[in-house]
Every structure is written in C-alpha cells, then in structure tokens.
C-alpha cells in the first residue's frame, strides 16, 4: 500500500506530506478494522477453551504457601541460588585473580 501512496519524487519535496498521508491511512484502517472488536467480543467465551481454565484459581499467597512446601522447587530454588552465588563471586574476584598473569578487564 506504501507505494499508492508514497510516489518516487527525485528531490524529495512531496515525501514528507506522502508519509504523513500514508501514517493517516493506516491508523484510520487500523482503526475501523479494530473497532468491531470491541463490539461483538466478549470478555469469556461461553466454554473453558481447557481443563486448565476450569480449575480453580490460587490467591498470591495461597501460591506462595504452595511452593514453600513443594520440595522439587526448593531443590531448584537452591541450586539456581547457588549457581549464581558462585558467577555472582568469580566475577567479583576474576579481575584480581588474572591481573598478575597480564590480563586486563577492557
């Protein structure tokens, strides 16, 4: 569509107008494409699309109540902290360990 109405100019003096044109028509078509959702779509659909959605929803806490107690995710919780405890250090103290062998942090 940018070529109808974005035209080859050689100097370049009617571009400026053509591209303001071209932003207009598309957020005008953006515009009455969009506006018939607002009308005809509802916030739900009558049917759960899942067995997922049919289920019960926890509050914040309720869910941090939740994986306080699922021992799968504190191993992870645990190993994860410790993985970046330990780049968290080597990056920390990697400057000093190799500036005596010549390197340089740039």
């Given amino acids: 569509m940018a070529h ?9 003096v009617n571009g400026k107008s053509q591209v303001v044109d ?5 957020a ?6 969009l506006a018939p959702s ?3 779509m509802r916030e739900k659909p009558p ?5 997922g959605a ?3 929803k926890f509050s914040y806490k309720e869910s941090l ?13 645990v190993g994860a902290a410790f993985l970046w405890g330990t780049y968290s250090v080597l990056a920390t103290v990697m400057n ?4 005596p062998f010549g390197y340089t942090s740039v």
Wanted: no cysteine.
């Fill in 65 to 77: 109540k939740s994986l306080a107690n699922n021992r799968n995710y504190l191993t992870f919780l």
């Fill in 54 to 56: 049919e289920k019960k």
């Fill in 47 to 51: 049917t759960a699309p899942s067995r």
């Fill in 28 to 33: 005008i078509a953006g515009t009455s494409l």
């Fill in 38 to 40: 607002f009308l005809f």
């Fill in 22 to 26: 071209l932003l207009m028509f598309t």
């Fill in 4 to 12: 109808l109405f974005v035209a080859d100019d050689a100097n370049g």
């Fill in 96 to 99: 000093p360990l190799i500036a």
